[in-house]
């Protein structure tokens, strides 16, 4: 089993819709949760960090559910411009990250 | 300003030759990483550096050897390349090593072995 698991979509979604997407971990030891973007033939760029509260950015909001061992994303009011690969990405208690393939999600105008 | 620059940015090459990527950042960060990105877009570490130690040696081939002169640069050596060898090489860093560090990534080098 893949450390980091995430749905590969497309996901594609009109401008001004709300997109969401989750990506699942199997260890329950990971203690750092992010997601970061890349977009196509680029370098991956932090979005955001994710906190066991969970938190919002902007549009975007995350959440963490330790117990089943997954985070999620969601944007708000889709743009263009958030057309992009999402990477979940998890840290363990070491000094590794642990890369999900990624989900891409194409806004439309 | 270029945080983490990546040379060359494009490497095209034959089976069997030895080449080397290069990386600076100009962050002031104590660690960087090297990672691979393969055509199926799954980025692995391969190799993390804090200070100029090695903290991180994933099981990656010995014709890959990184080096660190300065805690400010991390190159790629890779001898002998391979055609699996193609794919997208990335350079990263962070303020310090460990949990809840944001890495920043420089441009990637895309390497294509023919």
């Known amino acids: 089993r893949k450390e980091v698991e995430q749905d590969p979509g497309p996901f594609n979604v009109p401008e001004g819709a709300t997109v969401a997407f989750n990506c699942t971990y199997s260890n329950s030891a990971s203690q750092s949760f992010f997601w970061y973007r890349q977009d196509c033939r680029k370098e991956p760029k932090l979005l955001m960090s994710v906190y066991s509260s969970g938190n919002e950015d902007g549009r975007f909001t995350a959440q963490l559910n330790r117990a089943s061992q997954y985070i999620s994303l969601l944007i708000r009011d889709s743009k263009l411009s958030d057309s992009a690969t999402y990477l979940c990405?998890?840290?363990?208690?070491?000094?590794?990250?642990?890369f999900g393939a990624g989900t891409t999600v194409t806004v439309r105008a | 300003d270029t945080a983490v620059s990546q040379t060359p940015k494009y490497l095209v090459t034959q089976m069997g030759n030895d080449k080397s990527i290069k990386c600076e950042q100009n962050l002031g960060h104590d660690t960087m990483y090297w990672y691979k990105q393969d055509s199926k877009k799954f980025l692995k570490i391969m190799f993390s550096?804090?200070?100029?130690?090695?903290?991180i040696n994933e099981t990656v081939p010995n014709r890959f050897s990184p080096k660190s002169p300065d805690k400010a640069h991390l190159n790629l050596h890779i001898n002998s390349l391979e055609l699996g060898d193609s794919a997208v090489y990335f350079c990263?860093?962070?303020?310090?090593?460990?949990?809840?560090?944001?890495?920043?990534f420089g441009p990637g080098t895309r390497l294509t072995v023919t």
């Open positions: 990263a860093s962070s303020q310090v090593a460990g949990v809840g560090s944001e890495q920043y």
């Open positions: 990405v998890v840290n363990r208690n070491d000094y590794k990250l642990s």
């Open positions: 550096y804090n200070n100029k130690e090695l903290i």
